[in-house]
């Protein structure tokens, strides 16, 4: 029997660009509003009327061969048993190698403290609107919408000086349920399981249709797979 | 590059795999997963307002607070899934942004330019003084001159919007409807006799034909829409009618890039090519008596040659209208290749029934855009799609309880006061707003700015808003601003201090209808209607109060302090609690007491509709758990030759409309004829009353202003009230052409190098109405001569993301009501904001 290894395959038929993965993501996450765990790339070609337009989600690849995690001189980015790409705020030390080392655009750097618009102490109207303190405050948490499950396996929200990227909702996976983009995508467009499970859907969708990768000509072997056309 | 399954299983093993020692949280986490059970997630039902579609949702709750959305899997419409735009929503309610407690002006100065220096005060204060402002009214007699406008509602409006009005004596509840979708409910009345947005079976269907609809982003049906299109695609041949590549479009199997403003001219050639290549439904419509085709382009065809069947009227709207509106023609006008029109027409018929003409505000809300909206539609009677399977139909049943009657709680100045005439203007020779076939049946919302300008019919005097936004949200937005400086007393109920909220005198801050609120909506999707609840499913932070029930309990209240009690008795003795009898003590109780009476059908078994037309919950609380009533699944075909209409077959000639324009005619002593000519349309005599072609309506001169300016929605606009949320801007790229962070004008590559610009230059865009500034961007999906900008930024107000400076005022990106002139599809009321109604000119800053 082997190992169990994690893979996602999006769909780009079925998928429309709606973009409620991004967004979904971010609440599940916690994750910054300029940070795209979850993300895509977005392409306009041709001359009017013969126009085309796509939308390819992305997200963190989970590399086999992760070069960011060849990278990082810290080991906070590593490999976890069942394939997925993690990462450590512990050991991380923000020199930022893994990002510079990623193709794929999907590690972000955490500058300064993240959601600075929840700790604007200045409202709008004088003793009429609230403020981003004011939220916090009476909230007792960094966001107001705070998940505080993502902080069963990975910090609830990063701290400044660190890296963050995509986790395949490990925290969710751990517990038996999908990513929450996965559930989140009203398209049905993402799916995700063990290829090394002949039996599993992605497996399946495999089979049933050629699969591409972004870049690979990169050689990072990439897990995140796509099926079909926008 | 493509892998066989045996190569992933070769990167597998082959691959340098690195193996960590150190365990890392996920194996922390299945060890304290193991070690602390997860509690179980608490998810509690509500309903989603983002757009028109309605959805019922959950929200998760952790600590008492919100923190993440999915569909209500109860809900048979959307089933669990959602788009983008509930998500939004948590940013919404937890805007650091929102108003915490009423304000109150203290500068007695109104306009754009003043700071109203507002102060917070306490709701008993706020009321009060809403009150006495009230009371002077009924003290001079003139009751009327309250108004009480409406925006985004649910079925509690009544409370409000026409009980609270009614009862203390004025006829002026309007609402926004006019700047929504009626001109598209126009053609579905005046042809199937029905007023109202359809049902499509998405699930069944071999043709879709979009007209302006793009569903997987914007109104209606949208997560639905979503969740099917996969293997719609697979089955169907998707057609898209759009000046812009729209999302639906981009997936599609043909855009026609239409020119804006000749959808009519599409829509005629088509039934023209439909009927001459013999392809119209022989079941539904009927055929000539002969068997033989005697549609011939340019001949007339003699009437009683046919023999009609479920239809009414298809050789007078041949010989009137279709015989010479070939493709060719249409090619000229609509800018779409002649082979394109023909092989869409030829693949919508041959679908057919299982064929969609799905027609949304793009191609109806336009000046005389009604006859555009009826064209597109009569495809489906000319192909006998109409309420058949993989066709468009109507709606199941929902039974729910009419408000109680207030008409005993009115007294003389508000019986003879509240029949006075209402102020927009509805009814009038000008504006016929003939809603389900009524003259001044319908709202003509825009028009309520002009009556406060020009007093006319008489001076409002007081006006409570809720939920709306006119002044950034109807076109021609500076008579808003000046109507708005100049009435007199003017309260707000809103989340956020909007462009409205700059010139009231009181802002009483709302709960937000996902998250705070108590009430209900009907709505369809899927073949299903249903009933989903507004829950308050948290803790507010804020001392909010619901729109339609608390604050009129509150007034009431007040109210009968200075003695007019009226409104709080109806309140009182027409909303007991259905169990004890006994009546509600506060507004909290008045709303749950109201709930409950509206949706009793639904949820309790002793009334006599229980169980009749769809789920069967087990009692209130069960209801309120799953959130959500089904109605059972659509039935096709009950609507034939029973249509609302005056033949009640669906008409191709529509005596329906001859009959509603008839009675308007006459109530202002004038002719038919001379009613389309003060209506701004061109049709003299019978074509009037078939759906035929009228050339677009533009504002501007070719010489002034070179480019047809169109606009379209966003897949993230909550109405227009995402724009002070972070994930609003930093996913504004899921709009095809858009940018984050941004507000585009986009323009065709052509265009752009033919006048030097490029993508990223600052442009002011000039109608004869008004000006904004956008950043350009080249982009294909536009037609040259042609220029597009999204609806929902330019917000001066709202917030401090929305606005660039709020204390300023000053804009972030263009609002394109800023450059829209008000104008009209005046048959219908509605405003008309699509169909290229402005040129621009655009030049760089």
Known sequence: MKPQRLAMVIDLHRCVGCSACDIACKTENNVPADMHWSNHIIETSGTFPKVHHRYIPTLCNHCENAPCVKACPTKAMHKAPNGLTLHNTDDCIGCKACQLACPYGAIFFNERTPHQEYQDKEPLIQGCTASGSELTDKTRKPIPYYNKERANTYDGVRPKGVVEKCTLCDHRLAQGLEPWCVASCPASARTVGDINDPDSEVSQLLEKYPPKVLNPEKGTLPHVFYIREF | ?845
């Not at chain 2, 009614?166 to 053609?187: D, L, Q, R, T």
């Not at chain 2, 947005?197 to 302006?212: A, P, Q």
């Not at chain 2, 007040?558 to 509600?584: H, I, M, T, V, W």
């Open chain 2, 1 to 845: 590059m493509r892998f066989t399954r045996r190569e992933f299983i070769q990167y597998g093993s082959a691959s340098g795999l690195i193996l960590s020692n150190n365990h890392g949280p996920l194996m922390k986490a299945l060890e304290a997963a193991s070690l602390n059970p997860t509690p179980s997630e608490d998810w509690r039902a509500t309903t989603c307002q983002g757009c028109t579609t309605w959805c019922s949702v959950q929200v998760q709750i952790q600590d008492g607070r919100a923190i993440k959305l999915r569909g209500n899997p109860h809900c048979k419409g959307n089933h669990g899934v959602i788009c983008p735009r509930p998500h939004l929503a948590l940013q919404q309610v937890y805007d650091p942004d929102r108003i915490k407690t009423p304000m109150k002006r203290t500068n007695p100065k109104k306009g754009r330019d003043e700071d109203p220096k507002f102060v917070p005060i306490s709701w008993d204060e706020a009321m009060g003084l809403l009150a006495d402002k009230m009371m002077e009214l009924r003290k001079q007699g003139e009751t009327h001159k309250f108004g009480l406008f409406r925006g985004r509602y649910t079925y509690m409006r009544d409370l409000i919007y026409s009980c609270l009005p009614k009862v203390f004596g004025s006829p002026n509840g309007i609402s926004h409807s006019a700047i929504c979708a009626e001109a598209e409910k126009f053609g579905a009345f005046f042809t199937e006799g029905f007023w109202g947005y359809r049902d499509y079976d998405l699930s069944s269907t071999k043709y879709f034909l979009g007209w302006g609809a793009d569903p997987l982003a914007s109104n209606r049906q949208v997560p639905h829409a979503i969740s099917v299109w996969g293997d719609l695609m697979d089955r169907a041949t998707v057609s898209v009618i759009d000046p812009r590549l729209s999302i639906t479009a981009a997936k599609a199997d043909e855009w026609l890039p239409i020119i804006p403003g000749e959808d009519g001219a599409l829509a005629v050639a088509m039934a023209h090519h439909i009927c001459v290549k013999g392809l119209w439904s022989r079941e539904f419509v009927g055929d000539f008596n002969e068997g033989i085709n005697q549609f011939i382009a340019g001949k007339q065809v003699p009437e009683a040659s046919f023999n009609e069947r479920h239809s009414y009227g298809i050789a007078k709207w041949w010989n009137l209208e279709l015989k010479d509106k070939t493709p060719q023609w249409a090619a000229e006008r609509t800018g779409i290749p002649v082979e394109q029109i023909i092989r869409v027409a030829e693949g919508f018929a041959k679908a057919a029934p299982h064929s969609i003409s799905w027609v949304s505000p793009g191609t109806a809300m336009q000046v005389r855009g009604g006859y555009s909206a009826m064209a597109a539609h009569a495809l489906n009677g000319l192909v006998g799609s109409v309420d058949h399977r993989g066709g468009t139909v109507q709606s199941t049943k929902i039974p729910i309880n009419a408000t109680p009657s207030y008409k005993a709680y009115q007294d003389e100045q508000a019986k003879t006061n509240s029949k006075k005439k209402k102020i927009d203007q509805r009814g009038t020779l000008e504006f016929p707003a003939l809603k389900k076939g009524k003259s001044g049946g319908g709202v003509v919302t825009n028009r309520a700015a002009d009556a406060i300008l020009a007093e006319d019919p008489y001076d409002m005097k007081v006006v409570v808003s809720y939920w709306s936004n006119f002044a950034f949200s109807c076109s021609e937005t500076k008579r808003w601003e000046d109507a708005l400086t100049k009435l007199p007393f003017f309260v707000h109920i809103t989340t956020h201090a909007a462009e409205m909220s700059h010139f009231a005198d009181l802002v009483l801050p709302a709960a937000h209808h996902l998250f705070e609120k108590l009430g209900f909506i009907k709505s369809k999707q899927n073949l299903h209607g249903y009933v989903s609840l507004n829950e308050p499913v948290m803790e507010s932070l804020w001392d909010v109060r619901m729109d339609e029930s608390e604050i009129p309990w509150m007034l009431a209240e007040k109210l009968a302090d200075r003695g007019f009690d009226n409104l709080l008795r109806y309140y009182k003795e027409s909303f007991p609690d259905l169990e004890s009898g006994n009546e509600p003590r506060n507004g909290r109780e008045f709303t749950e007491n109201a709930l409950k009476y509206y949706t009793q059908p639904l949820w309790d078994s002793t009334h006599e509709k229980y169980g009749k037309y769809g789920d069967t919950p087990k009692g209130w609380e069960e209801f309120k758990t799953l959130g959500v009533w089904n109605t059972k699944g659509y039935e096709y075909g009950k609507h034939i030759d029973h249509f609302k209409t005056e033949t009640k077959k669906f008409e191709f000639y529509s005596e329906t409309l001859k009959k509603s324009l008839g009675k308007h005619a006459k109530k202002h002593s004038v002719t038919i004829d001379e009613v389309l000519q003060a209506t701004k349309y061109q049709a003299q005599g019978e074509l009037a009353f078939v759906p035929h072609y009228e050339e677009p309506f533009r504002w501007g001169d070719t010489a002034h202003y070179p480019f047809i300016f169109f606009e379209h929605r966003s897949r993230l606009n909550r109405e227009g009230r995402s724009a002070n949320c972070t994930w609003y801007h930093a996913h504004k790229d899921s709009d095809p052409g858009d940018e984050n962070w941004d507000d585009v004008l986009k323009m065709n590559g052509v265009d752009a190098h033919r006048l030097g610009l490029k993508t990223g230059d600052l442009v002011s865009i000039s109608s004869p109405t008004g000006k904004m500034l956008a950043n350009l961007k080249i982009w294909a999906g536009v037609r040259p001569g042609t220029v597009s900008k999204c609806y929902g930024q330019g917000h001066w107000a709202y917030g401090n993301l929305a606005a660039k400076d709020f204390k300023n005022r000053l804009p972030k990106g263009g609002n394109n009501n800023d450059i829209l002139p008000a104008d009209y599809d005046r048959l219908s009321g509605s405003t008309a904001r699509h169909g290229g109604v402005t040129r621009v000119n655009i030049i760089k800053v």
